[in-house]
């Protein structure tokens, strides 16, 4: 039997603190409000918000270079992909 696991919002902010990139420039690219991305990162489990928005919060983090990661209790982690952080332009 498999197992669907949700990304949290607090994985949401951790993924974006690793990156080290700011709410401002998240929501940007998620296309979100501020007030909507923190929202979503206070939420300890699964955000309370649109699950388009979620989704559009968790696509461009790991547009970023961070994967979202469940081990075998499903317990949350993140950590930097294979193709490493995304650095902004200079």
């Known amino acids: 039997m498999s197992v669907l696991y949700h990304v949290t919002g607090r994985q949401l902010a951790a993924g974006r603190v690793l990156a080290g990139f700011s709410q401002e420039k998240v929501a940007k690219d998620a296309n979100v409000s501020i007030a909507t991305l923190r929202r979503i990162e206070a939420s300890y489990g699964i955000p309370s918000a649109l699950p388009n928005n979620v989704d559009a919060v968790k696509r461009a ?14 317990r949350e982690g993140v950590k930097v992909n294979a193709r490493g952080i995304a650095r902004p332009p200079q």
Do not use: S, V
């Open 61 to 74: 983090i790991e547009g970023l270079g961070i994967d979202f990661t469940f081990d075998q209790q499903g």
